[in-house]
T-cell receptor
């Protein structure tokens, strides 16, 4: 079955530290990949998406993700996190006519 | 404004009392979906709909019903709620085209069943 897995359940970083959140997918063929963010008490918002072409995708708020087909990975990165990046981050994947499948999420806590 | 609207935002009910959570989108999206979010379990899909009158089970459909009589609406029905359905529920919608652009989410409904 198609699946998306996120390696880290909870990540704690200091402000200005660099961030990398892992995401692996199990789809074969053409895959569309997404990162969503959920700020405390809010709904999910799209951070960035990958369809094809340049494997390095830039999103909002300084986030980027790299699609590495050989590793079935789509890790999210940010060079320098801020306290306002404290949120839960979800990786999601889609292929063909299947519904979007979400990973279990990674909670990011940024401390001063 | 393009959006997915869920109602109510908060609901406390008693075991066995039928309830409906409404979801409406104004973007003419084909796909609509319901998820529940629980700590440590992430988002789990309950039901989804590819278009009007087309619905299918997701990962956790037991205890829920849906209908898609109109393109814009996709209500979630709990015929006999139980405490294990206490959760945060999200409705989402998207176009069905290629490439797939991902979901727009509603603001969520926090349901407590006592």
């Amino acid at each position: 079955a198609q699946s998306v897995s996120q390696h880290n359940h909870h990540v704690i970083l200091s402000e200005a530290a660099s961030l990398e959140l892992g995401c692996n997918y199990s789809y074969g063929g053409t895959v569309n990949l997404f990162w969503y963010v959920q700020y405390p008490g809010q709904h999910l918002q799209l951070l960035l998406k990958y369809f094809s072409g340049d494997p390095l995708v830039k999103g909002i708020k300084g986030f980027e993700a790299e699609f590495i087909k050989s590793k079935f990975s789509f890790n999210l990165r940010k060079p320098s996190v801020q306290w306002s990046d404290t949120a839960e981050y979800f990786c999601a994947g889609h292929s063909g006519n299947t519904p979007l499948v979400f990973g279990k999420g990674t909670r990011l806590s940024v401390i001063a | 404004e393009a959006q997915v609207t869920q109602n109510p935002r908060y609901l406390i009910t008693v075991t066995g009392k039928k309830l409906t959570v409404t979801c409406s989108q104004n973007m003419n999206h084909e796909y609509m979906s319901w998820y529940r979010q629980d700590p440590g379990l992430g988002l789990r899909q309950i039901y989804y709909s590819m278009n009007v009158e087309v619905t299918d089970k997701g990962d956790v459909p037991e205890g829920y019903k849906v209908s898609r009589k109109e393109k814009r609406n996709f209500p979630l029905i709990l015929e006999s709620p139980s405490p294990n359905q206490t959760s945060l529920y999200f409705c989402a919608s998207s176009f069905a085209g290629v490439p797939y652009y991902g979901y727009t989410f509603g603001s969520g409904t926090r349901l407590t069943v006592v």
